[in-house]
């Protein structure tokens, strides 16, 4: 082969066919092999069911508004904030972290054409939204009415049809996942491009890796608990029935076996992506790679032996408690690991404050705070105050939103040029994350104190004496609420109309940015190259940089000369 | 990989990749794998459960349950253990490229499955406790109807491979998927059964 | 200059060190205390949110310094400082939260055993501790005379508690039953400073009995007893909550707990004896207490519903949406 600079068909090739294909829209409505578009539907899907959830959150809080049940009523609201919960939880964080971004994103990260099993990949996503549709039957019907946490005996006795739709919906789900759990892991392992190692790859894969392996280990117990609860609801068994003879814990055990790593699937992509965005905006390398990769792995064995520690007052034997509040504190330090990691990235940086790094660094200042409150919960004495009350509450959602769902935002902005070939809007971006910032701190940080002061969580009516800050709290809300609108607008007039966003706006370095955007159908012009480390800003001058840029563009002629000389 | 390439290294790192990228390596007997592991966890935690409702009750079975007759599970379990060893000789017979042994193999396997199931809705119908008598009797019935329904998938798979294995050139030497999945998921099945066996019987 | 930062280092710290402690003492989070374990439970939260405002201001701060610090400029294209770790300062902020952890976990496990009365690690769940559980199957909440090991309590006094009440709870209402004098009350009266155990058990679906002025919570689950041990130490009315979700008028579950003198409490009871006629149930006096609020539609149905009758609703399926 001859130096490419000399080869005398380049110079002649015309420039204009280096824009990439657009993808027809009916292709993201068919049942698609390619992961790019299984990505974008489980995003599009998901967010979807984001706004469903929000609407039922909404409907919640104006109901909290007032100490008396008298918007939504006694029985609607249980039925609301149970199928808010799955929603958010099943179809949104869930759905949209490991198929929507990790779909998208493993396999470019890692120089692959596809996922391993690109079918499976399809069938995985096609289950979506028959769980959501079965959730939403289930709310029109009798919801299910005994929160997400569905404990017995209380499941098996409020509503029979809604609570047997919702463990339809979530065994499909939970399937949905597992499937999805395998592909990753195989892909992970097993289709990386020649040459990189496990230590080469982007910190999103170590943390997908590690979020397999919980789906994998944690969610078929979950399938089983549902099962024995569906006979029990179903055919008159008694496995969780004390009447009977059975055991209403022995449920508890296997359902938070499952949904405490649940947690960590729903957090564990989040840490991975802002492993990534920090870096590129920063314009530094990511501080501590080996350290944040294996405290993935870290969080992800600790994961599964904590769960009891959402049982502390469920009358679990003291050893028990002892053990899992141990177990529990141990992982404040892979996670103290990572935080500090993201300081010392930010750190000494030419950080760029725009609208994904604004969530980027939303996340970390929303995280600590779910984190510090989540030490109080892990201590056996302070969690018997705080356990099941709307201490919990902000805690969880200082996690799941101030945590999961700032960094889907920051993921969403980061990579919607990549996925979409276009800018989304500064300014209105911008403004999604201030009515979002200041929303989210106005609707939960006043929760903490409800808790502490003696309020329960999943009630309809509550004392007055916590009326003030409940009030407080439906108008963060309604903030809240109000947030999604800029980042929908923008979102869709940006795919639609938004300036071109060429191969890499923001400068970045990982293998995803070395593509088109969109990339094409098998990711890669000729085969994927690794010409830097994924964070090596700092390390290179601009003229090898710019370089390797034109290297690129060289392979990328000559592959797409040699596909139509194979064509002719 | 920290750190640059220089140009000619970049042109032959290209050529490589492209020499990989035409083989297409085949990860899927892996992913059966690891799709079991996730089986794995299901019935580990089913019997997880059984063990914490024995081990917390003062009486296991509960007073009253019937006994068990062994003869007939344990003959069972003989036939599925045994199925597991016929099974194995189809994966040499389809390396030597002899579709006629793996068809032969996998018949017998098939019989031995279907024998097993046949024992199986024999037991319950002469079971003296349903469903719904006492806890162990639910346990029973859910633990061994799960694993059933396992032997029935296993069953069709292995029928189905069958099935595929009368059109010439589909399994040979090299491209032998099916069966390979087909042995892994009967294999699993008949281990789970092991441990039902000594869990619902023996213990 | 290199002085003068370090000097500015300091008085940071020293700020931040005087913020958290200050506000570790008056985050007014938390509600009076009226149990004799509650100041234990207050002095473990205060110090978990001095260490906690300490760590959130190091955090924020440092965020919010580099955004302003270390934003990019107009024009400026270049790439950031390429620092890519620091062993020291790796294990720094590895040791300093695996040294905290381990402060609070010992300092939680002693609270714990304060609160509860010495903590069997190694043990299994029928030795003698304040929240034990019991299988269905030896729940002896009919017994009174249940035999109760000795356990070292917060004050160090060693011994049986000196009144044990039953507690059911049921949707959606808590009964108490004294059983020296068999008395069956709607809320709970306790006598001060006097150790108390409540052995409860559940009817129908989980619930949970928390006292926020007690720090004390503990789920009341059916088929299984479990126990609560404290000493009240503070005269006055408190709301008993219910914190596990137990249907749709979970919210509207409460009951009263009131701690009376010693004699005032002996008065209530023979009132109450006397008050009661042969006819009354636990029940009729529960519901007398609610009669007029939202449920009581819904509770009337359970009205003279013993706990055998509940045990033959639940196994019949057909019943179940009249229990609902």
Sequence with gaps: MTQLQDNPNLAAAPKASMDPPAEPWWRFFTFSTDHKVIGIQYLVTTFFFYLVGGALATAVRAELATPEADFLGFERYNGAFTVHATIMIFLWIVPALVGGFGNYLVPLMIGARDMAFPKLNAVAFWMIPPTGILLLVSLLTEAPAAGWTSYPPLSLISGQLGEELWILSILLGGTSSILAGVNFFVTILKMRMPGMKLGDMPLFCWAMLATSVLTLIATPVLAGALILLSFDLLAGTAFFNPSGGGDPVVYQHMFWFYSHPAVYIMILPVFGMISEILPVHARKPIFAYKAIAYSSLAICFLGLIVWAHHMFTSGTPDWMRVFFMIATMAIAVPTGIKVFSWLATLWGGKIRLNSAMLFGMGFVSMFVIGGLSGIILSSVPLDVHVHDTYFVVAHLHYVLFGGSVFGIYAGLYHWFPKMTGRMMNEFWGRVHFVLTFVGFNICFLPMHKLGLMGMPRRVAQYDPQFADLNWISSVGAFILAISTLPFLVNAIYSWVAGPKAGDNPWQALSLEWTTTSPPPHQNFYGDPILLTGPYDYGLHSKETLDYFAAQLQTLRELSLMEAESSHS | MQGSLAPDTLMVGHTQAHAAHAEHPDHRVFGVLVFLVAEACLFLGLFIAYLTYSLTAPVWPPEGTPERELLLPGINTLILISSSFVIHRAEPAIKANDVKGLRLWFALTALMGAIFLAGQIYEYSNLEFGLTTNLFASTFYVLTGFHGLHVAAGLLFILAVLWRSLKPGHYSAQHHFGVEAAELYWHFVDVVWIVLFILLYLL | ?324
Aim: proline fraction near 6%; hydrophobic fraction near 45%.
């Design chain 3, 1 to 324: 200059m290199n002085a003068l930062n370090n000097i500015i280092l300091v008085a940071i710290g020293v700020l931040l060190t005087i913020t958290s402690l200050w506000y570790g003492q008056n985050h007014h989070l938390l509600p009076e205390s009226a149990a004799d374990s509650a100041p234990l439970f207050d002095s473990l939260f205060n110090s978990t949110i001095t260490i906690a405002t300490g760590i959130f201001l190091v955090v924020e701060g440092v965020l919010l310094y580099s955004a302003v610090r270390f934003r990019r400029r107009r024009g400026d294209q270049g790439d950031g400082d390429p620092n890519h770790g620091n062993v020291l300062l790796e294990i720094v902020w590895t040791a300093v939260p695996a040294v905290i952890i381990l402060w609070l976990g010992v300092a939680s496990l002693d609270v714990y055993q304060a609160i509860n009365g010495g903590v069997n690690v190694g043990g299994h769940a029928h030795s003698a501790m304040a929240m034990s559980m019991e299988s269905s199957y030896e729940a002896k909440a009919e017994d009174p005379s249940y035999e109760y090991t000795p356990v070292v309590v917060a004050n160090g006094v060693v011994g049986q508690p000196d009144l044990v009440v039953q507690v059911q709870g049921m949707q959606y209402a808590w009964v108490f039953t004294y059983p020296e004098s068999g008395l069956v009350a709607s809320e709970l009266h306790l006598p001060l400073n006097k150790r108390v155990r409540l052995d409860m058990t559940a009817l129908d679906v989980n619930h949970a009995f928390w006292v926020p002025q007690f720090r004390l919570k503990q789920d009341v689950i059916p088929g299984r007893e479990t126990h609560l041990e404290f000493v009240p130490s503070e005269l006055g009315e408190y709301p008993i909550v219910c914190a596990e979700l137990c249907g749709p008028y979970h919210g509207v579950m409460g009951g009263q707990l009131f701690v009376d003198t010693p004699e005032a409490f002996e008065s209530w009871q023979e009132e109450q004896i006397l008050a009661a006629r042969p006819d009354s149930d636990a029940l009729a006096l529960a519901a007398e207490t609610h009669s007029s609020s939202a449920f009581a539609a819904a509770h009337r149905q359970r009205l003279g519903i013993s706990p055998s009758d509940l045990t033959s609703i639940h196994s019949h399926p057909g019943s179940r949406h009249s229990a609902g």
